[in-house]
């Protein structure tokens, strides 16, 4: 046969009869050589090597791309491809192994073209043919990153449903200690009160300051539990708000007061910067002192002793419809916090990934606790309609850049009906 074709020959996917009919003849001698390289040369992974495409489905891959040249129509042929890339991804292929199987069906159709025809007559039928193959090389390529892509996106969608199902077990676990915890510590606090009420006088000091021991234990478990009943509450969001009115300057020096003594003993000097008149919002006064108790926590635990911190409260208008808000911020000069941690840090759990950090003392310089107070604070800011947020130059240990804590409060001056952060512009696409 040295006939040359007389059909337009251009690299397109364009009717070729004349190609069809030789690759149809000529199928057998194509096929086999074609599927026994394939099959002799499979790709591994590890050392382990992966099942080739069947024989059935490269010999109907083969059947389709003739009948697509004959009829000038690919639609059977571009499905055989898509089902072989998409057979071929799931068996461990990658994308050029895959186009390695079109490479050596190419390889063998120009050798037999060879054998049969002159050089110019099988250059001018490869010509022809090189237009669809380029097509079903591109055609390889997309199907096999939409593969990758919705592959990749499954996986995503389990992490996060496992992470989801994990996050719901920890808030579970949560909810359940600490009120399986509540009943025995309440025992505990009673019978130690008793013990510290009945040795105050005597003259067995050693009994005393066990008693006294106790019942600090059992105060600071007592944190602990009202901690992870509050976690527990912002998850299931049940956390229930008292609102009245409440001064805001009043929280702040009660705040600073009840933590004098864990001050003093860090040699820390917290004040609380002058303030302009700030009338009375509504808001739930314990929640909230709750909330800025964490965070003043937190700012004495990242502070060196010897540090500064400073906390400053004052009223802002927050839109041209003279909606105001009360900023309240807790400065200080302590080692600060990584840019890509200033979200983290109001997540549970989140904390020093060093367990010889951790420390049952909230202020104990860089100790780490259980990674609630935080989280506890952002969600009370939440319940109330405001925001939270932390800005800080960086970590150092040595040159200290400290941490500012942000947070905005609704300036309520009546009980409010409606309390939300869109009606103040504070969701996160304001």
Known sequence: MTTT???????SRAQHPDLARWLELKSRMICDKWIARVDANPPSVSGVRLDPPSDTQLRLLYANLCAGLAEGRYTAFDESVSRMTREG??????????????????DHIWEILLIDFSHQA??????????????????????????????????????????????????????????????????????SDILLGELSDAPNQRAAAIANGLASGARRLQQIVDDMIAVSMIDSESLALHLQPTSIPHVLHVIVHDMKIQMEDRQLEVAIAPMPPIDPIYADPQRLYDALMHVASNSIKFTPDGGHIQIAAHVIKLNERDEKV??????DDGIGIAADKHERIFEKFFGPADSMHHSSSRTKFKGGGPGLGLAIAKGIIDAHGGKIWAESPGYDEVERPGTTIHILLPMHVQSPEVRGRHRLGLDENA
């Open 89 to 106: 991804h799931a068996n461990g292929y990658r994308l050029t192994d895959l186009l390695d199987v079109i490479i050596a069906l190419k």
């Open 326 to 331: 009360v900023e309240i911020t807790v400065a």
């Open 122 to 191: 099988a250059l001018a039928f490869m010509q022809a043919l090189g237009g669809t193959l380029d097509n079903t090389f591109r055609h390889v390529a997309r199907v096999y990153h939409e593969a990758v892509q919705s592959r990749l996106s499954s996986e995503l969608e389990e992490a996060q449903e496992r992470l989801s199902t994990l996050d719901r077990a920890k808030s579970t676990f949560l909810n359940i200690a600490a009120h399986e915890l509540k009943t025995p510590l309440t025992l505990i606090q009673g019978y």
């Open 5 to 11: 074709p007389t059909s337009p020959l251009r690299p």
